[in-house]
T-cell receptor, first 112, second 114 residues
Framework: TQLLEQSPQFLSIQEGENLTVYCNSS?????LQWYRQEPGEGPVLLVT?????EVKKLKRLTFQFGDARKDSSLHITAAQPGDTGLYLC????????????FGGGTRLMVKP | KAGVTQTPRYLIKTRGQQVTLSCSPI?????VSWYQQTPGQGLQFLFE???????NKGNFPGRFSGRQFSNSRSEMNVSTLELGDSALYLC?????????????FGPGTRLTVL
């Protein structure tokens, strides 16, 4: 069974601070996806990383896939209150259809 | 285009009852996956349907079942409800061509078992 461990579970920071969320596994994934979920809604895809060592940027968000495709990180620069939400990483494998293995999530609160 | 819709949005049942949840995927999407989200276990994969066939199944008891219709709409059923089945049930749809295809999640059905 593949597992994804996400840390930290909770993060409360002030507006303008930087933060990093980590997603680690002992298993290799074909791709790693990051989602954000807000209360009362389903997760919304932020990015998919596929290649080991890949770095993707989405405005103030930087996503990195580990060289061995077992881990990933999400870095937010100058966090804003609008970044508040539940961040989820999810791993996928080409031989498992659309099945996603999710990390436990990081609940982020950015205070103004 | 319209997103993934799930009905009902909220449901209250008692132990021992059964429940059916519905998911309408984005038009043109043929894959529908179901997930259970709880505070303790997070998001866990239930099953995936593609072209009316179950393609993958997670580690859930046989009380959890699903099906997909020819129009790609999907239903999941939980029989003999237990208190621990209280959760947010999410469905996600995608085309799919590859595992990297974007999955679009619906808002979920919040099930409370009393």
């Amino acid at each position: 069974t593949q597992l994804l461990e996400q840390s930290p579970q909770f993060l409360s920071i002030q507006e303008g601070e930087n933060l990093t969320v980590y997603c680690n596994s002992s298993s290799v994934f074909s791709s790693l996806q990051w989602y954000r979920q807000e209360p009362g809604e389903g997760p919304v895809l932020l990015v998919t990383v596929v290649t080991g060592g890949e770095v993707k940027k989405l405005k103030r968000l930087t996503f990195q896939f580990g060289d061995a495709r077992k881990d990933s990180s999400l870095h937010i620069t100058a966090a804003q209150p609008g970044d508040t939400g539940l961040y989820l990483c999810a791993g996928a494998n080409n031989n498992a259809g659309n099945m996603l293995t999710f990390g436990g999530g990081t609940r982020l609160m950015v205070k103004p | 285009k319209a997103g993934v819709t799930q009905t009902p949005r909220y449901l209250i049942k008692t132990r021992g009852q059964q429940v059916t949840l519905s998911c309408s995927p984005i038009s043109g999407h043929r894959s529908v996956s179901w997930y259970q989200q709880t505070p303790g276990q997070g998001l866990q994969f239930l099953f995936e349907y593609f072209s009316e066939t179950q393609r993958n199944k997670g580690n859930f008891p046989g009380r959890f079942s699903g099906r997909q219709f020819s129009n790609s709409r999907s239903e999941m059923n939980v029989s003999t409800l237990e208190l621990g089945d209280s959760a947010l049930y999410l469905c996600a749809s995608s085309l799919p061509v590859a595992s990297t295809d974007t999955q679009y999640f619906g808002p979920g059905t919040r099930l409370t078992v009393l």
